[in-house]
DNA sequence: GATCGGTGACGAACACCGTTCTACTCCGGA
DNA sequence: TCCGGAGTAGAACGGTGTTCGTCACCGATC
């Protein structure tokens, strides 16, 4: 049983496969066939060891000790291997049984899983935000969300919402923070390299800047992790007023 | 005067330029020299036409009628151009005076020029993550908000954080929005097209998406604007009990 | 006006990218 | 055993950002 990478696909989007091939073609040159699964796994990790920048065709096809253009048996295009990874990837959130006493802690713990998911590989948020919404992997965490917030009494609507807005902070917060973590490699002395450089051009600057200058302790203070609590507490506790429990 | 492009990148987050050096150099047989306004301008252009994808550096070149090294006399590279289009743009937002009175509106107001701002150029916030946080055009933008923030009597340090959280779903809200308008110039029938495409597909879910399937009208309906003013009022709603006005 | 050195313009080339096309080998079914 | 389909792999295509070297032009200085 091999399905093509189209087919695949089209299955994760819930459209018509066609016939499904048995597996023939060479392998036996090889210590170890190619296969999906190896591919995804070898792509998380060079993402995780060098981030997502580093994942391109080429080098995933160097690591498994072939050539590029091999891998497109298996994935139709790059694209769909970012749709494979982010699908993967959310699949390792465990989605509670919701709760209507603790459905905000719900919230924010699933919103928790997935901003570590996505900083386990540096850079890799940023194919979420092409993913298309009918992916079956990424529409079951929705549908935990979803759960959470109907438990809370969110009313269905108010829920879709938030639902895309919790979703599109965490993709961006995790963007922001891998490309930020990503900048002391340069040995370009323009970049920031710590609170205390922040400050100082804090207080350099001009007089147009009153607020900036005066709150620079504020501004440049809290961990990326402070600030991800932050939002999602602001989110959810936004999300009270309209619920009814 | 015609600093360097690194002269003018350090400039920007003040740091030291050294001395300024004359113009000289070729130009008599341009009938336009080329300067860094003209390529700013060009690139605004290009996205503005054809999404931030289409923004190479040979594109631009030949669009300038020129070589793509040439551009490197006036930009230190393409992140340096990323962050000149950035600043240009937020420079467009126009800043209201903070009144107390109306805070809340007044952030709705910033936060949507931005957007507007951004979809405009389709794309293009997505250089907008990678931005360092001391660029002097940007953080005129965040001097706006905290100042609307403070009028409405926000405490200093949830007023930096919501500035973040702010900016950052603008940001991925924006991108979201380009790269699935982008979509349907792709001729591959596995993307979704139309909201009633998304509806079939949900119908279609199996039973393990109850909350999906029942609630795939809220699920779907509602323009971008409709999300975007959803989610902003939510995290302004969230900062009133922190306000103390 | 002549000279000089710095700057801007530009082509060639580098090192990379995603993907397609073609040829070949291997596999499983008949 | 034969055949056709599937998988592997190299060459090549069309593209990317950037550097390097060369040349022409410009402005400051003498």
New binding site residues.
């Given amino acids: 049983m091999?399905p093509?990478p189209q087919q695949r696909r089209a299955a994760r989007h819930q459209l018509a496969t066609g016939p499904v091939?048995?597996?023939?073609?060479?392998?036996?040159?090889?210590k170890k066939?190619?296969t999906v699964d190896l591919i995804v796994d070898t792509a998380f990790a060079i993402v995780a060891a060098e981030g997502y920048d580093a994942l391109?065709?080429?080098?995933l096809a160097t690591t498994l000790e072939?050539?590029?253009?091999?891998l497109?048996?298996?994935v139709v295009?790059?694209?769909d291997l970012d749709e494979l990874l982010i699908g993967r990837l959310c699949a390792r959130v465990a989605l509670p049984e919701p709760d209507p006493a603790t459905w905000r802690d719900q919230l924010v713990d699933v919103c928790t899983q997935l901003r570590e998911q996505y900083l386990r590989y540096p850079g890799i948020s940023q194919a979420a935000f092409a993913a298309a919404p009918t992916n079956l992997d990424t529409l079951r965490l929705a549908e935990g969300l979803l759960g959470i917030l109907l438990a809370g009494g969110v009313p269905p609507q108010t829920a879709a919402w938030a639902i895309d807005a919790l979703v599109l902070y965490v993709n961006a917060h995790t963007l922001e923070v891998s490309l930020a973590r990503r900048r002391p490699a340069r040995d370009d002395d323009t970049w920031v390299v710590s609170r205390d450089e922040v400050l100082r051009r804090f207080a350099a600057l001009p007089e147009t800047y009153p607020h900036t200058k005066r709150h620079a302790d504020e501004l440049t203070t809290g961990t990326p992790e402070d600030r991800f609590a932050f939002t999602v507490r602001l989110m959810v506790d936004g999300l009270v007023g309209s619920a009814q429990g």
């Fill in positions: 091999s093509t091939a048995t597996r023939r073609g060479p392998a036996g040159a090889r066939p190619i391109t065709m080429r080098r072939t050539g590029p253009s091999s497109y048996a298996h295009n790059k694209e």
